[in-house]
């Protein structure tokens, strides 16, 4: 089921995920390299690719293994008293910006979301109407900066995470390093699988080993095999509709 385009569709399916067994490898040395990134900085970086079924269990294990009760995820910010209301009640789903369909949120994650005791999250997609894509990175890591002290997990797709400048521009990753040195990213190596990004998608290469590790100098999560996430994802007429655009 790799969208859901009605409310009681994503209930069920929210209903559905399970991961109360999900543990996530992690070797000593990755680990202890993980938390002097949040002993320096307040922050680690995850980069994941939307959609992928497995991306909130990998910050499920990750935020246990580290201890972390703060999360920070590139969800529109307008979002923030939805999510609120959901993390109380269970309720709150209905709003338009939830049903995007770019995978940014998925039914694991807000099974998951519920799960860790004394949670707080901050969502950071502030929107941003803007073709430099450099601004956009900067203005979501001035969000990340303004809300977080305590050690937090940030996670945003794996275009923003690196921390120095890419082909793309300066990254947000490259941004909260400037503010917080010492800051550090885990890549999710994904293997073979499906993804749901607005359709149906496919990805494949190595990937030698599960876990959290270090792998030619950086933090990786490897996952070698993958599945495709269930995604809220209403036809755009439809949420161009709801959010008052025609």
Not at 131 to 151: I, K, N, T, Y
Not at 193 to 204: A, D, I, K, T, V
Request: proline share 7%; aromatic share 4%; with cysteine.
């Amino acid at each position: 089921m790799p969208s859901v385009d009605t409310l009681d569709g994503l209930q069920r399916a929210v209903a559905e995920s399970d991961a109360d067994h999900y543990e996530l490898p992690a070797e000593p040395a990755a680990l202890d390299r993980a938390g002097k990134s949040l002993d320096a900085s307040g922050l680690l970086l995850l980069g994941e690719v939307h959609g992928v079924r497995e991306n909130p269990l990998i910050i499920l294990g990750l935020m246990r293994l580290l201890g972390l009760t703060h999360l920070a995820l590139e969800w529109p910010e307008g979002l923030q008293p939805q999510l609120e209301r959901y993390l109380a009640d269970g309720t709150g789903l209905d709003h338009p910006l939830w049903w995007l369909g770019d995978g940014r949120v998925t039914a694991g994650h807000l099974a998951v979301l519920r799960k860790i005791d004394g949670l707080r999250v901050t969502l950071f997609d502030g929107g941003d109407m803007t073709e430099d894509w450099s601004a956009r990175d900067a203005s979501m890591a001035r969000r990340v900066l303004a809300a977080h002290a305590a050690p937090t997990l940030v996670v945003v797709g794996n275009a923003h995470t690196p921390t120095t400048p890419t082909g793309l521009g300066l990254p947000m990753g490259a941004c909260l390093a400037e503010a917080r040195p010492g800051v550090e990213s885990v890549r999710i190596d994904y293997g073979t699988g499906s993804f749901y990004n607005l359709e149906p998608r496919r990805y494949s290469r190595p990937c030698a080993e599960a876990g959290l590790r270090v792998a030619d100098g950086e933090l990786v999560v490897g996952l070698p095999e993958f599945g495709e996430a269930t995604v809220p994802h209403l036809p755009l007429e439809q949420l161009r509709e709801r959010l008052g655009l025609i």
